[in-house]
């Protein structure tokens, strides 16, 4: 079992930085995929970034590219997003996730395998 808890969401201005985090805890977090997903409301689950098992390789959602940063560490068991330049269209739940196959990184959230509560980052215009 996998327990997943986000923080740092907020209320920003277009153009600022939040730094999203995920704590991690139950089996071993190292040797997962992790991965950030969001939902806006009326919308489906979107992929947004995710870091195969030793940080060799990550992969961006279209919409977030150059703009969105994932790291992890592996000591404290926890996954970053960092987000610049933010827009009212990123406004959403965060999710941080957990895919088993630590060397791959899959795009769908059906694949994923455990998932946090979410945390709210709401963009004003």
């Known amino acids: 079992q996998v327990q997943l808890v986000e923080s740092g969401g907020g209320l920003v201005q277009a153009g600022d930085s939040l730094r999203l985090s995920c704590a991690a805890s139950?089996?071993?977090?190292?040797?997962?995929?992790m991965g950030w997903f969001r939902q806006a409301p009326g919308k489906e689950r979107e992929f947004v970034a995710g870091i195969t098992w030793n940080g060799g390789r990550t992969l961006y959602g279209d919409s977030v590219k150059e703009r969105f940063t994932i790291s992890r560490d592996n000591a404290k068991n926890a996954v970053y997003l960092q987000m610049n330049s933010l827009k009212p269209e990123d406004t959403a739940v965060y999710y941080c996730?957990?895919?088993?196959?630590?060397?791959?990184?899959?795009?769908?959230?059906?694949?994923?395998?455990?998932w946090g509560q979410g945390t709210q980052v709401t963009v004003s215009s």
């Open positions: 996730g957990v895919d088993f196959p630590g060397h791959i990184i899959r795009i769908r959230p059906d694949e994923w395998d455990y």
């Open positions: 139950g089996r071993t977090f190292s040797a997962y995929t």
